[in-house]
């Protein structure tokens, strides 16, 4: 009779790809039949979006199924009509808001063949190749070709190249390069493919080397020369190489692979520096004098809070080579609240894959503000925010209210009554509207009545606070040390990475990848760490604590399609461990570590868990542990207790 296909994305919503009744079946209700279940299935998610065709009969129907018209913009289809967007909101709590101004769409590059399979019907790819087209994706991704496909299709027979050169020209979006970054890309394609050997294969090279000089996500092809090297090239250059089916069916990873690229940041020897003249600053890197502030104001703002060091903290951000990467400046407003007055990525990083990276690890938790040892509320109050750093800010715990971004940081393990009073506290000290722990309130006591999932979201929120209440589970994890130090643990390097007393994690997301036996089980846990080896190295320890927000058990090489967009294992690392393709494997994504300030020896963790009932571990494997065993291990391991 009838059918919805949808998706769910990163940011809570359900998005509609179809929704059809057949002609006997219409006028019984069927949509909303089909509507009505999405809302019970997903009441927890925070809205339902769908594009529709303004020439369309549907596009008179959504407003009676409780749909509200968004926006409405022009279709991607070579002869597509003005599009509709529709929202019927589920759940209005402020955990769910969205920045008002987001990143762009991600860019998606088509190699020619893709675009000559989408001009003509009669190829047997066309169906498949337009689906990057469809109305749905309208708002979703961003569609391009580079400018060497005209080189590609001069070597194309008429009269198909005549009749592409100029359906190009005037239906698509040709993107040029940056040179001097594609040139950069080429260098290493080169290292990945050797010298190219005829025009066709010049061509390929150039192709990803525009698109990933322009920070595409993906590139759509059906080359299997190019296919064959897909990891290679996402790890070199952070850039996608997939079928346009692939890339639809997977692109949830296509849209974050745009966010994170972390092996730019390893080995670059980013360092925090507190700010003691106005000049050590380049302030031409900083001012938005496009948005009317001045070198002068900026200059004269920071300059007040040097002259203020018991109420402001100014914090750069610099690479290796002493350039500027982000700025910070806190103030102190009182003992539990802080504001970021200025809370800037370099303007040369603005928009790139770099830029995106640091406002992820800003975001997560800006510097200078995670050792306070009591609970604090900080807000951001620079109105010259980028949108992608408020993007990320708001993935990593800020809310939305009254035009206001503000999270909550209650570091310590607390327990229901304690912590309903520290927020009941928090709320009124601060006069912060009640709308804003709303949503924290609900998740607590959902927490409390036992909802895993309930509790892990909220000790995100409130990180690094955890939680007594709840039913999280707790693994102890080994790890060996040059996989910690590589996934999150910096201080094991030989020189410091932004400072060595934080507790700041370059890659807030990463995954790791362990044999199946003895592995957490479920999608919600807390992880600690212990890195095994030598104490020289930095071994036989518990050194941090993170999230685990999802465990796959699959094949090594259906693993490392899923998760090669996080952390820093690549292919070869992956067979030296498992030897085989076919292997089974478990990947953990986690996000959210913190490196403890203090360590945890094997004999103190042994006698925590002697004391809590259990034998004496080797921690070989995986190994659950108490809630209590946890708090103890925690406390001490953050100075707490």
Request: aromatic share 8%.
């Amino acid at each position: 009779m009838g059918y919805v296909l949808f998706s769910v994305n990163q940011k809570s919503e359900i998005r509609i790809a179809h929704l059809a009744v057949s002609s006997e079946s219409r006028g019984k209700g069927i949509s909303r039949l089909l509507i009505n279940q999405l809302r019970s299935d997903y009441s927890e998610n925070a809205r339902i979006r769908l594009n529709c065709r303004a020439d369309y009969v549907a596009a008179q129907v959504w407003h009676s199924l409780g749909f509200v018209v968004g926006k409405r913009m022009p279709g991607k289809k070579l002869d597509g009509s003005e599009l509709i967007g529709y929202t019927l909101t589920l759940n209005d709590t402020p955990l769910f808001e969205l920045s008002p101004s987001l990143p762009e769409q991600p860019l998606i590059v088509c190699d020619a063949n893709v675009c000559i399979d989408i001009r003509y019907p009669s190829r047997p790819r066309h169906e498949s190749a337009s689906g990057l087209l469809a109305d749905w994706l309208a708002d979703q991704i961003s569609i391009a070709v580079t400018e060497e496909v005209f080189n590609d299709l001069d070597r194309q027979d008429e009269p198909m190249r005549s009749e592409m050169i100029s359906s190009i020209r005037t239906s698509w979006n040709v993107i040029s390069s940056d040179i001097d970054a594609a040139e950069r890309h080429r260098d290493a394609l080169r290292e990945i493919f050797g010298d190219p050997k005829d025009p066709s294969e010049i061509s390929d090279q150039r192709h990803l080397a525009i698109a990933a000089s322009r920070n595409a996500a993906a590139f759509a092809t059906y080359d299997e020369e190019l296919l064959k090297k897909a990891p290679d090239i996402l790890g070199s250059l952070g850039l996608r190489v997939q079928r346009p089916s692939e890339i639809i069916s997977e692109l949830d990873s296509v849209v974050r692979v745009g966010i994170y690229q972390y092996r730019e940041m390893r080995n670059t020897g980013i360092e925090r520096h507190r700010v003691k003249s106005i000049n050590e600053l380049d302030l031409a890197e900083f001012a938005k004098e496009k948005q009317g502030e001045s070198r002068r104001v900026l200059a004269a703002m920071i300059d007040g809070a040097l002259s203020l060091p018991d109420r402001f903290e100014v914090a750069h951000i610099r690479d290796a080579n002493q350039q500027s990467l982000a700025m910070i400046l806190t103030e102190i407003k009182s003992a539990s609240e802080k504001s970021l007055r200025i809370f800037r990525v370099t303007r040369r990083l603005a928009g790139t894959r770099l830029g995106n990276v640091i406002s992820e690890l800003l975001a997560y938790l800006p510097l200078g503000t995670a050792n306070s040892p009591k609970g604090t509320i900080l807000k951001i109050e620079d109105p010259h925010v980028e949108p992608s750093l408020l993007a990320a800010c708001l993935r990593r715990g800020f809310q939305i209210a009254d035009q206001q971004y503000i999270r909550a940081m209650l570091p310590g393990v607390w327990d229901h009554k304690s912590f309903l009073e520290v927020i009941n506290e928090i709320t009124d000290a601060n006069g912060l509207p009640a709308v804003l722990f709303a949503g924290i309130l609900g998740l607590a006591d959902a927490a409390a009545g036992g909802c895993q999932t309930s509790t892990q979201r909220l000790e995100a929120l409130i990180h690094p606070g955890k939680l007594a209440f709840g039913k999280l589970p707790t693994y102890v994890v080994p790890i060996q040390p040059e996989w910690a130090q590589e996934l999150f643990d910096f201080r094991i390097w030989s020189r410091p990475l932004l400072s060595m007393d934080t507790r700041l994690v370059i890659n807030p997301d990463s995954v790791y990848y362990k044999r199946p036996k003895n592995s957490p089980k479920g999608d919600n846990a807390r992880i600690l760490w212990y890195v095994s080896g030598s104490k020289q190295r930095g071994g036989g320890c518990i050194r941090a604590c993170s999230v685990m927000t999802k465990g796959v058990t699959g094949t090594v090489k259906d693993l490392y399609r899923e998760y090669q967009r996080l952390g820093v294992f690549e292919w070869r690392h992956l067979m030296d461990h498992f030897g085989n393709p076919d292997t089974l494997a478990f990947a953990m994504e986690f996000t959210n570590t913190e490196l403890f300030p203090r360590t945890i020896s094997l004999d103190e963790l042994n006698a925590i868990l002697i004391e809590d009932g259990m034998k004496r571990q080797q921690f070989i494997s995986a190994l659950e542990i108490s809630q209590a065993a946890f708090e103890t291990i925690y406390l001490q391991a953050s100075r707490l207790d």
